[in-house]
T-cell receptor
Framework: DTGVSQDPRHKITKRGQNVTFRCDPI?????LYWYRQTLGQGPEFLTY????????KSRLLSDRFSAERPKGSFSTLEIQRTEQGDSAMYLC????????????FGQGTRLTVV | AQSVTQPDIHITVSEGASLELRCNYS??????LFWYVQSPGQGLQLLLK??????LVQGIKGFEAEFKRSQSSFNLRKPSVHWSDAAEYFC??????????????FGKGTKLSVIP
């Protein structure tokens, strides 16, 4: 297995456009997390899935943000009507179910809104 | 809800010197604790983890960390720093919440610079 994969690695978009990022977790992992990281800050939790169920989404930054994991495998994060403040690194991670488990991170998608 | 504090934003050490990065957490029960490292423009790599048992845990790249319940701390240490250790280090706490929900919360990170 090649680990958590994110696509694209970089995205430049104009303000007001919609963007979608994809995350492919480690194949046997049930949990999938999305984080946002701005410059000089730690990862900020956005949402997570356990299989196809989205168990926590209250931390999504606004109703412009949405995430899906339709078949419990890959996930997408969409940002509608992007704003300059959305510029950040978006990180995806996956893990097994349970407390005694570590999360493995992808390389991230760097979003720049111009 | 849990939280993580990394008091040092930036630390500079000389190559070969010892290193200690501080991490304090807030959580009502025994947490699951992690240290991750991030190189510029990259994702996070797990250095080590603590779930239970021996409070001194060994990780990759010669790092270790000690869990001290009385101080709510999980400090990261390395006896001799290499130039390649320059990166940003994040402490994280994982906790099971209600209804089976799991939260993984990160500190703001400590940037490590190494002087040759």
């Amino acid at each position: 297995d090649t680990g958590v994969s994110q696509d694209p690695r970089h995205k430049i978009t104009k303000r007001g456009q919609n963007v979608t990022f994809r995350c492919d977790p480690i194949s046997e992992h049930n949990r999938l997390y999305w984080y946002r990281q701005t410059l000089g800050q730690g990862p900020e939790f956005l949402t997570y899935f356990q299989n196809e169920a989205q168990l926590e989404k209250s931390r999504l930054l606004s109703d412009r943000f949405s995430a899906e994991r339709p078949k419990g495998s890959f996930s997408t994060l969409e940002i509608q009507r992007t704003e300059q403040g959305d510029s950040a690194m978006y990180l995806c991670a996956s893990s097994l179910i349970g407390g005694r488990t570590e999360a493995f991170f992808g390389q991230g998608t760097r979003l720049t809104v111009v | 809800a849990q939280s993580v504090t990394q008091p040092d934003i930036h630390i500079t050490v000389s190559e070969g010197a010892s290193l200690e990065l501080r991490c304090n957490y807030s959580y009502g029960a025994t947490p699951y604790l992690f240290w991750y490292v991030q190189s510029p423009g990259q994702g996070l790599q797990l250095l080590l983890k603590y779930f239970s048992g021996d409070t001194l845990v060994q990780g990759i790249k010669g790092f270790e960390a000690e869990f001290k319940r009385s101080q709510s701390s999980f400090n990261l240490r390395k006896p001799s720093v290499h130039w390649s250790d320059a990166a940003e280090y994040f402490c994280a706490v994982g906790a099971l919440e209600g209804a089976g929900s799991y939260q993984l919360t990160f500190g703001k990170g400590t940037k490590l610079s190494v002087i040759p």
